[in-house]
């Protein structure tokens, strides 16, 4: 058993007695007595919670990443160096984001204010900040009530970059790398390894085990249904599984490199997981949600499951005895259920360039643009030779069970000239492909509509452009240009 | 006077703390010594006889003090903050799924919930009433109908050139406040109760935690840090957490905290209303409005609430800024098995305004004119169009003004013959422009409310501790305060703290609501000032040695006969001088009265105008939309600090656009809240917000009679969303090719969207 032990605000802290399950939030708020982090809805979607860490970016350095501290619990953070909006202020000044919040008139009732500003502060130190539309994703995830966000946003746009030569940025330096972790409190068990033969020791002697290792999802359990998980087993501290390489035209992602780190590597090499990575999540989501996960949780709609599913990605599952490949088509077996036997983890995703005939595009429609469950999500891939369809991949969330692939409407297409004929042929074998269900998010109608049109605009889209992008702000999740 | 802040933008009063998160919370407090917390354990059916209920259980488990349910109260177990017809804790029966059955009081939230498990309570489920046409198919209402009619509305419609005939609804809106509800009771001695409440209301708090617990309202105090929003969802409903709370430390004699996470927040507290009505509007030739008569329905939820006040306000607003010449119009609120429904920003104003909205659409869209030109050509004016439905006179109607100059500044008749030739050539996208007036009545309706107290301490080294009715929930209301204070005594900003408001500092408060906040409290502190400079002038004279009539206090001195004296001096000097340095001061709004039997009189002390043009492009495949553009021109008067006015302006835009296009409150048939939660209930994000807003305050717009020319802002803008709907009915017509009227309903998800496209296409 060893203490956890991390770096908070300047102070190393100690934590012996807390129960794995306590998230950082509670700890801060009660333990800590440090009530200027917030909690807003307990799920990672209003970011009140907002902390930062220092962790990897996508080209190995450390880097600032704000997370939601609502959904990480406090061994999480061991062995890191973890900043609060308590530890801002150097020699009583104003840290430069919470000078421009003050200066813009960013607060009104302040209570979203301590995540905005954690959330302006990776966005300062960042270096990859350099598009308009990553301002909208940087903030997305801390809802406002009160400013209608325009200030925030010129006190964003204001600090986005800015790198100020001081005490973070010296601290930029220190080692993020999670460490081994082996911490028993409360009658509960959390197991950190940092190497796979280690791990699959834990998960021999340990039967009652839960695999985690962002807890963007299963945090939930713990913050809604209050879950006092027995075993927790973490895979964070294992370095090979958070490698990503792209060799031989095949990159390999592994199952726990953050998606933020994802999106960052893969916008100009594997363009249509980038455009479903922009509005998968918050910005503090995928600082600590990662593909396993994604595709472990096996949602009927994983956003990531159907652009890995058009993009022909293969899963590496890995057990005590040695790793073996599924396709994704395969991986998903019924709802919430997957191909992993026990004892056994995704070890990474494989997923090959797009061939240069190929179109492809993702799709994510929801009721609010960022930080929303989709209503349907969508991976389209057609591989036209000659003018002839020879290879189609059709996959959809929010349409059944688990995310599927349309198949009878990929073989309407096959062998087809890629026409607007074919292409409505393949849009009238949906209507009846799928019988998704209707609830809060849409109805039966408007999904298999949506599921629909999707088809009929990437036939749209990929007339100019085959693997096309989002443009900056634009009005839907198809047709990027406006009158296309 | 130089240094006055007055009408200078500034920052928010606590923009630091809020930034460092120094800004303490009712959660956030200090946590007194043997604090227990309270766990309501609330019905999960709609309708229910409770058969039995049996906390002996959960009692005996580890860390609980106690099980409470209606018989535990000592004092009244009915609640209201106008009718007391809401049983605290469910009686015999629960009236919604939410209803509190029981409070768990134990050490830890932990230890609550899993008590909470060992609670015995059965119930048998009752068949409930969960929509508005189920209440008025079955005749139940919470109200009589309030009618205000004027003019011969059949004979209008007989003689009509167009009559639209139809229906309009709208949705519910979670207040979605980022602080929930919170409430910490303090137990004293000889009964005493000090209650640290997240309210917009603390005298309401005070008088029903009296109520609850069998008190005088002397023996509670109800004191209010700040909140982190309100929004109306803590004006009545903050009390039955504070009255839990004080239950708990009553029964246990130790501190006692309740505060609810996000979703028990979502399912157990009330929303905006959600309103049907069944409409005739009548339109002569030229396209004015000749008669309106509207049915229109809230569902008040399973008690009274303020349902009765929000019904009125919907009433007195269904005419916005038009014209009618003739009407009839009478609301009703229905009882329905959901949450009791309550005050939200716009306060009925926005619901009622829809159903008029919704006419000049149609019959725009019908008659094939730009409904900017309707709306504009039905804009109040000049007498005899100058004379509400309910009689009162609206002396200067600025809302022909403010379009004039947005008109101009929005750039509009281009813009909109610009997207006429985009949608013509553009298959998938299309876009959308409106026009979108408000007229807004300020006061609280119920006229008694419209008074005010403050409370103004000056210490001798100088400085002051600034006291009002009024509670901070982000709007600025101390920062405008404290300006008025500061620009009295010609001392700066820094010189003067505002207090947190306190019941026995500042007795029988009216709720900070109804956008009344700075208009109310603001002529209050200046009475206060006045007393005190009243007295401070003679002594500054005598220091000075000049007349009292030169005695002028400015950049933290007094000054006088060419000489000059530090403002601390003078404040030594005065109680040297044995003279008062603490005065009261209190304000109540004159003139305003209503009869609603007759459906007459002048309810509103003045109106606040706005306008917006809006610009909406729209996707025909999936039915999202983006809001393109907006540019705002609103009459905050002479406002007292045009960044915190502007801020209010743009948030409440912002929040009226998510309540009509993206904020969906969903019950399942059961009355089941299906949103409960950030995840479910989507609020806008940034993305959501335009990259081009340019909002304006009205210039020379001094408001005759109010606090230093100002006027109330915080609820108007709310309104000048809705010109989204008549943005996105533009873009949607452009998909048809035949024209017409457009089928959208109300919130415009991108579902709601995509359906009326698909309408427009095929219909």
Known sequence: MDPITFNLDGEQVVITDHSPTTTALQWLRGAQRKTGTKEGCAEGDCGACTIAILDHDAHGGPSWRSINSCLVLVPMLHGRTVVTVEGLKTDGELHPVQDAMVRHMGSQCGYCTPGVVMTMFEGCYRKDLDADWKVDDQMCGTLCRCTGYRPIRDAALETKGLRPDDRFAALEFSSPVPRDLTYVAAGQRYFQPSSTAALFDVL????????????????????????????????????????????????????????????????????????????????????????????????PIGDLAPALLAL????????????????????????????????????????????????????????????????????????????????????????????????????????????????????ACLATEFTPFSDHRGTAWYRTTVAQNLLRGFYEETHTVRQPSLAYRHTGTVLTEAGA | MSTSPLHKSSSHESAVEHVTGDARYVDDLPEPRDMLVGLPIYSPHARAKIVSRDGTVARLLPGIHAVLFADDVPGDNLIGPIVHDEPLFAEDEVLCVGHTVALIVGESLVQCRAAAEHLAIEYDVLEPTLTIADAIAAEQFHTAPHRIARGDVDGAIEAAAEVIRGTASNGGQDHFYLETQAALALPGERGQMHIYSSTQHPTEIQKLVALVLGKRAADVVCEVPRMGGGFGGKESQASQWAAFAALGAQVTGRPCKVWLDRDRDMVQTGNRHPFWTRYEAAFDETGRITALRANIYSDGGFSLDLSGAVLDRAVFHLDNAYYLPACELVGQVCKTNLPS????????????????????????????????????????????????????????????????????????????????????????????????????????TASMLNQAGALVLIYTDGTIQLNHGGTEMGQGLHSKMVAICAHAFGVSTGQIRAMNTRTDKIPNTSPTAASSGSDLNGQAVQDACDQLLARMRPVAATLLKCDEEGVTFADDAVHGGGASVPFTELTLACWLGQVSLHAAGFYRTPGIHYDHATGSGEPFFYFAYGASVLEVEVNGLTGEHRLQRVDILHDAGNSLNPSIDIGQVEGAFIQGYGWLTMEEVIYSDTGVLKTPGASTYKVPAMGDVPLQMNVALLSQADQFSTIHGSKAVGEPPFMLALGVVTALRHAIGGFSTKGGEVELAIPATPEAILRAVVNTTTA
């Open chain 2, 341 to 444: 429904n309550t005050a939200f920003r716009g306060f009925g104003g926005p619901q009622g305004m829809v159903v008029v909205e919704d006419a000049i659409n149609r019959y725009a869209e019908r008659t094939g004119q730009d409904p900017a030109v309707v709306r504009a050509r039905n804009h109040y004016g000049d007498a005899p169009r100058n004379t509400a439905p309910y009689g009162q006179e609206i002396p200067d109607p600025r809302v022909d003004r403010v379009w004039r100059e947005l008109k101009v500044s929005s750039d509009y008749e281009q813009r909109r013959a610009d997207i006429d030739t985009f949608n013509a050539t553009s298959r998938w996208v299309k876009r959308g422009i409106a026009y979108q007036p408000v007229k807004f009545g300020i006061s609280f």
């Open chain 1, 204 to 299: 021999a002697t340990n039967e009652d085990a839960r695999i985690v290792c962002g807890m963007t999802d299963l945090g939930l359990d713990v913050t809604k249904k209050h879950v006092a998980f027995p075993c927790l087993v973490s895979l964070e501290a294992i370095p090979e599984l958070r490698q990503m390489t792209h060799t031989d035209g095949v990159w390999r992602i592994g199952a726990t490199v953050p998606l933020s780190e994802v999106e960052d590597r893969v916008q100009d090499g594997l363009i249509p997981l980038a455009r479903m990575l922009r509005y998968f999540g918050a910005r503090q989501i995928k600082n600590r949600a990662t593909v396993g996960g994604n595709l472990c949780t096996a949602s």
């Open chain 1, 312 to 427: 022909g990605a293969t899963v590496v599952v890995l057990g005590a005895e040695g790793e073996r490949r599924v396709p994704l088509s395969e991986f998903f077996l019924e709802y919430r259920k997957t191909a992993l036997q026990p004892g056994e983890i995704l070890a990474a995703v494989e997923v090959p360039d797009v061939p240069a005939g190929a179109r492809c595009a993702t799709y994510k429609v929801s009721k609010r643009r960022e930080l929303d469950i989709s209503a349907v999500s969508a991976g389209l891939y057609v591989m036209v030779d000659d003018g002839t369809v020879t290879e189609a991949r059709l996959a959809f969330g929010g349409m059944a069970a688990t995310p599927a692939r349309a198949t009878s409407a990929e073989q309407a297409m096959v062998g087809q000239p890629w026409t607007h004929d074919t292409v409505e042929a393949a849009v």
